[in-house]
């Protein structure tokens, strides 16, 4: 089994010097108007209480006007009354903190690109993080949760690895779908009774990749005919699947899977639609990028 795994694991580096989709992120910026620039570029603010974000309340993402990096989930956003739209917490590596000339307020600049966003106070008592990143609205843009989609394909690690490889991609977490407990934790999931599988939520920008796009790299990046889990990963919540939102997403499954059947393939995919999704504990996000690792049961394989 160890000599099996050790050519897996030489096949996978072979493979990302094929892949079409490694490296894709290249650092393109986004042309900026005399305002954004003032404000972006050159440490500006907006008046308080006049950005679009303010009172904004949708789910999705907020991502850097300049580079379109994530950078807050709307879960994290209050209303803190100061004119600005406010955030007790940010995505993982997403902000840089840097202490200002005057030695008192504290500047967060996207972590990415540099661009400005405003200041990060903390000791107020908002809420329970105790912490406010001040953001101004015309350093964001925003990207709706119906720009988000779920797959199964084993260890979600390595799903996560892939997807967030690709062009277009804002952000990918790990987390469990598809089971009857609320709010599980990893351990629960991991004893087996819960009915949950480890599935990836992929916020996308679909002015630059497709859903389609997105379903294809799911099927290229694991074995969709192993019935029993992925790689050495055995039990349901390792099982491939597609959760999807709505019927234009389960017919794009569909048409996916016919066509790799049509290709001599014995798919065991299933695909559901989605339900509520639950985020694993930290230690589980970017798992491979913060152990500086590559991923031992997923690898890349042209099948479009």
């Given at each position: 089994m160890k000599i099996l795994w050790v050519v897996v694991a030489l096949f996978l580096s072979l493979a990302?010097?094929?892949?079409?989709?490694?490296?894709?992120?290249?650092?393109?910026?986004?042309?900026?108007?005399?305002?954004?620039?003032?404000?972006?570029?050159?440490?500006?603010?907006?008046?308080?209480?006049?950005?679009?974000y303010y009172k904004h309340k949708a789910d999705g993402m907020y991502v850097c006007k300049q580079c379109g990096?994530?950078?807050?989930?709307?879960?994290?956003?209050?209303?803190s009354g100061c004119g600005w739209p406010s955030f007790d917490?940010?995505?993982?590596?997403?902000?840089?903190r840097t202490l200002d000339a005057d030695g008192r307020r504290v500047e967060i600049t996207c972590a990415k690109c540099g661009?400005?966003?405003?200041?990060?106070?903390?000791?107020?008592?908002?809420?329970?993080?105790?912490?406010?990143?001040?953001?101004?609205?015309?350093?964001?843009?925003?990207?709706?949760?119906?720009?988000?989609?779920?797959?199964a394909g084993g260890c979600f690690w390595g799903v996560e690895y892939y997807f967030e490889q690709l062009k277009g991609v804002l952000h990918v977490e790990s987390g469990f779908m598809g089971g009857h407990?609320?709010?599980?934790?990893?351990?629960?999931v991991v004893r087996g009774d819960t009915g949950h599988y480890e599935v990836v939520a992929v916020y996308y920008d679909p002015k630059v990749v497709s859903y389609e796009a997105l379903a294809k790299l799911f099927f290229e990046i694991h074995d969709a005919t192993q019935k029993n889990g992925q790689g050495p990963d055995i039990g349901e919540?390792?099982?491939?699947?597609?959760?999807?939102?709505d019927t234009k997403e389960q017919e794009i499954a569909k048409k996916l899977i016919i066509i790799l059947q049509q290709k001599g393939l014995d798919i065991a995919t299933k695909i559901y639609p989605a339900s509520e999704f639950y985020k694993a504990e930290e230690y589980h996000q970017d798992y491979y990028?913060?152990?500086n690792k590559k991923p031992y049961c997923h690898a890349y394989k042209k099948l479009f």
């Open positions: 990302a010097e094929q892949n079409p989709y490694a490296n894709l992120k290249e650092l393109k910026l986004n042309p900026l108007s005399e305002d954004e620039a003032r404000v972006i570029l050159h440490k500006g603010t907006e008046r308080p209480f006049s950005g679009k990096a994530p950078l807050y989930a709307s879960d994290t956003k209050f209303d917490d940010a995505l993982p590596h997403a902000i840089k661009a400005h966003l405003g200041h990060v106070f903390e000791g107020e008592g908002f809420t329970k993080k105790n912490t406010r990143y001040c953001v101004n609205s015309i350093s964001l843009d925003f990207v709706p949760k119906e720009s988000v989609a779920y797959f407990l609320k709010n599980p934790s990893y351990k629960q919540r390792y099982l491939s699947a597609v959760f999807t939102s990028k913060r152990h």
